[in-house]
């Protein structure tokens, strides 16, 4: 099957990539020819990255980059069983393009969004025939990143579904399919994260070293959040938490900070403008935590209790099952364990204590246990 992938900046680049190693002819296409020739550049280095390192030899690649077609005209689609879209995060351009694209391919080819925020299912509305519509969602870097979320709309069909569940596990990605819902799994699930780490932040109880380190030392996460937020940049960061906020029509559970929208309006994206909540100047020390231990637990509980509560949620509205929300987390964005696994060895009676701590503490909406979770406690139930 021919893949087609509209959009050739940081996703569509690593997209058509996948596809190529994994056998397919790939037409990769973006109306800025510049924008093209640096896709097309950036594959040649990584794949002479690739064979100096003995990973591949010199045909295998060569074969890879010859199944590559470049250009900036839609029509090479024609052929393709499948295209996907990785343009601008805009619904009005992407409802021109997708219209666009029905024009040019046949009627059996699947028109998926790698979109991070649209619902699916509104993407869907530009098409005559809605069935072949879904969000294939990869995650950056796309050739090294194992999740992708798999995400039908209201309109898509079975047959749609089924295709691309196969197609996407035999690129040997963890394919989890999961409700056309907000964040779908990932941009929702992670949101305490760095929303919990905001607000400890700003009730003054830690710095930001002594947040990152206490999710780092006790949880062993790759990263703290400060750290990597600045790593995602808060100009992003924030517009997704933001976009999360408001399609979940204001529920405080997703209250962006004020903190991080200082630290953007400020222009402390993180290490791309070379400062965030670090600096990333030459030569600049970083600041050292407090490595209190109780303090530090303390933190780490607080904020895993949270991504825990955010997770039973997933499950309980239906978005995706207990392996998949654990999946998701491991696979899409590097969790140490899965949430829900998590929150089994804890205990989920002690989760749930901690929450209603929390809820009785600030009388806050935003720490109310999630009702799931008080089930399971009382039918003495664990989620594995
Ligand atoms: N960057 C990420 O981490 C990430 C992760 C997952 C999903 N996404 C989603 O993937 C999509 C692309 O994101 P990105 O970060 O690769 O963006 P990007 O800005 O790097 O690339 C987008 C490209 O689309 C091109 N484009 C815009 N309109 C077009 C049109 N009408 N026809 C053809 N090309 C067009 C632009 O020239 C640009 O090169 C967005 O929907 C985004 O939400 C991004």
């Known amino acids: 099957m021919k893949v087609g992938v509209i959009g050739a900046g940081t996703m569509g680049a690593g997209i058509a990539q996948v596809a190529a190693q994994n056998g397919h002819q790939v037409f990769l296409v973006d109306l800025n020819q510049e924008v093209v020739e640096k896709a097309k550049m950036g ?32 029509n ?32 059996n080819c699947i ?47 079975d047959q749609t579904i089924d295709k691309c569940k196969e197609l996407i596990s035999s690129w040997k990605k963890t394919g989890v399919v999961c409700k056309d ?51 995602i940049g808060n100009d992003v960061n924030y517009a997704v938490t933001e976009s999360v906020f408001s399609a979940f029509y204001f529920d405080p ?6 903190t991080q929208k200082r630290h953007r309006e400020a222009g402390f994206f993180g290490r791309k403008s070379g400062r965030g909540y670090y600096s990333y100047a030459e030569g600049v020390e970083q600041p050292k935590p407090k490595e209190d231990h109780e303090l530090g637990k303390m933190i780490f509980d607080r904020i895993l209790a ?23 987390m491991m696979k899409g964005v590097n969790y140490p364990k899965g949430l829900l696994q998590w929150a089994d060895e804890i205990g989920l009676e002690k989760v749930l ?32």
């Open 111 to 157: 028109l998926a969004s790698n979109t991070s925020s649209l619902s699916i299912a509104s993407i869907g509305s530009a098409l005559k025939k809605a069935d072949r519509v879904i969000g294939i969602h990869f995650f950056n870097p796309a050739p090294l990143m194992p999740l992708v979320e798999i995400i039908p709309a209201v309109q898509t069909s």
């Open 43 to 74: 594959h040649v280095k990584v794949f002479e990255r690739l064979v100096e390192k003995g990973t591949m030899t010199k045909e295998q690649t060569a074969t890879i980059l010859n199944a590559i077609h470049y250009s900036t005209s839609t």
């Open 306 to 328: 949270m991504l825990i509560n955010e997770a039973v949620d997933a499950v309980f509205m239906q978005v995706t099952s207990p392996e998949g929300v654990d999946l998701a």
């Open 353 to 384: 204590l901690q929450l209603e701590d929390l809820f009785a503490e600030f009388g806050e909406d935003r720490y109310r246990p999630n009702p799931l979770l008080r089930k399971m406690v009382r039918e003495n139930r664990n989620f594995f």
């Open 253 to 258: 559970r997703f209250k962006p900070s004020f």
């Open 181 to 231: 819902t907000p964040g779908f799994i990932v941009n929702r699930v992670a949101r305490p994260f760095y929303g919990e780490a905001l607000r400890i932040y700003e009730e003054g109880i830690a710095d930001f070293a002594t947040i990152d380190w206490a999710m780092t030392h006790f949880g062993g996460f790759k990263m703290g959040p400060f750290t990597l937020m600045d790593f």
């Open 76 to 107: 090479d689609f024609r052929d393709c069983g499948l295209v996907i879209e990785a343009i601008v995060e805009n619904l009005e351009v992407k409802h021109k393009v997708f219209a666009e694209l029905e024009s040019i391919v046949d009627e």
